[in-house]
């Protein structure tokens, strides 16, 4: 039976643990920071990228990987034989996905390339369950349906404390930007089938705090959650008691929190959150 290797981009938040363990090669994204080119989780960690940030002249400018970078990966892992899956974040908000296609297209090695619809951990979910079966010798069209069925039952709301970086990003207008700061407005969003959609948007903390007060009950109510992951800008009381509350409800519950990677903290911005949750989701 041919061999499967999963391949991801370091936006999936994986630990070197993960990565180590499930066998999977992460192709890391670039930022810059005033000039300064750093290679997420190699030359730049995520507690530094986040303190950089904050006393940057300007808003850092992240880069997907070169062309040359996925074929040569490819290449390589199929060197012997083996097939590769390869599962990138949502375009939204990255073309990495669309180098990764034409790679597959070039490379000798045959290639399976998947829009996560997602990213951060909610990515990762897909990519660790991908890891999983490959190790226990699944071929490639079970693979590639466990990562759809993980797609199909994964969620991830966003907390965005300051819309600058979306504005500055080009993400949202100017004038919506300013208005915005001066009413202290705060909003959440859904990654949602691949798109990002706003689904609060409330003066102050308070407005924020009651949106995800409904989803950590939405979380506790609902069956099967099969894992919980709590990804943050700079935000470390604001998720333990996330954390905290979760983990009281649902003791037996695997709740993880840590930073979240560069690309993702250029967009959402000091102070932002996201809550990934997963559940059962077998092909």
Sequence with gaps: MTKIKIVTDSSANL???EVKKYDITVIPLTVMIDGTIYVEDETITREEFIDKMATAKSLPKTSQPALGTFIETFDKLGADGASVICINMLEAISGTVH??????SITKTDVTVIDARTTDRAMAFQVLNAAKLAQSGADKQTVIDQ???????????????????????GRVSRLTGAISTLLNVKIALEVDDGALDVKMKGRGVKAINKFFDKVLEDIIATPNVAEVAISHVGATER???YRARLQAA??????????????IATHGGPGAFAVEYHTQALA
Excluded: R, Y
């Design 15 to 17: 630990t070197d643990a």
């Design 99 to 104: 180098t990764a296609e034409q790679a597959a």
């Design 147 to 169: 990562i759809h069925a993980t797609q199909a039952h994964t969620k991830l709301f966003m907390g965005v404390m300051t819309l600058n970086n979306l504005v500055a990003g």
């Design 239 to 241: 998720v333990e008691e």
């Design 250 to 263: 649902l003791p037996s519950l695997k709740v993880s929190v840590q930073p979240t990677v560069p690309i």
